[in-house]
């Protein structure tokens, strides 16, 4: 029986050489994971590839979804160009349509960047309203693997919907559970799942106190915004400044 394999995500090159350093089989590096997981720095990338480990790399260039701009897209593809250039073993990604289905066009488009490397479907699969088709569009795809929760807050929650997609992709697709995966539910989900693989985070809390001595400035925002909403430019305001300023 093939060994179990163990994949880390990681929001640093830090994270990527302790987690290789600890065994893991596979890494993903990201950053930003606060807010799910977005495009590592080329530098992040070129430290962590000196770790002797898999090394997948995310490709997504925000937060609030997966239906992008044509400028979002392209920059999606200039960044895995990089990112397999410096070395990364496959590329993770995620293309839907606003009505939450796949976009085959654009995950073909990606495919050709990435040729004969890893190629991972992100948790987008996790909001498809139909996550067969969303599998049967991503195997005639050719993708690698998918990386899921099984539709559910975490894997071991959807864990009987992994299953399913397993058993569906009938090893078309490898089906990698991930989100919400420790170490006292690791065992359960592999046999309930019935997978040969885990994606976990794993992650402890270390502090740096040096932004904390002005508790008048702060660097993060205050809240979390609304899943569908996120920050882009205000052109119309940027018009009204730069007209003020030229005054």
């Not at 995310?58 to 160009?81: H, I, K, N, S, W």
């Not at 496959?90 to 293309?95: D, E, P, Q, S, V």
């Not at 864990?159 to 397993?166: E, G, S």
Request: net charge negative.
């Amino acid at each position: 029986m093939d060994k179990i394999k163990i994949e880390i995500c990681c929001g640093s090159a830090g994270d990527v050489l302790a987690a290789a350093g600890a065994g893991a089989d596979r890494v993903e590096l990201n950053s930003a994971l606060f807010l799910g997981g977005l495009t590592p720095s080329l530098g992040a990338l070129e430290l962590a590839r000196t770790a002797q480990v898999e090394l997948m790399a995310m490709v997504r260039p925000r937060e609030g979804g997966f239906c992008y701009t044509q400028e979002e897209f392209c920059t999606m593809l200039l960044d895995a160009r990089r990112l397999l250039d410096a070395g990364a073993d496959g590329i993770l990604f995620g293309f839907l349509h606003e009505d939450g289905t796949v976009d085959v066009r654009r995950c073909q488009a990606m495919l050709e960047v990435i040729g004969t490397r890893q190629s991972v479907f992100s948790r987008a699969i996790d909001v498809v309203p139909d996550w067969r088709a969303g599998l049967e569009a991503l195997c005639a795809l050719g993708v690698t693997r998918v990386l899921t929760s099984g539709q559910a807050p975490t894997a071991p929650e959807g864990a009987d919907t992994i299953r399913a997609m397993r058993e569906y992709a009938a090893g078309r697709i490898e089906i990698l559970p991930g989100c919400g995966v420790r170490l006292n539910n690791a065992a359960w989900l592999l046999e309930r799942t019935g997978c040969r693989q885990l994606h976990a985070s794993l992650k402890t809390a270390r502090l740096d106190r040096s932004a904390t001595h002005n508790p008048c400035v702060h660097f993060s925002g205050g809240a979390c915004p609304p899943e569908e909403e996120y920050p882009a430019t205000d052109a119309g305001a940027v018009r009204c400044l730069t007209a003020l300023a030229r005054e």
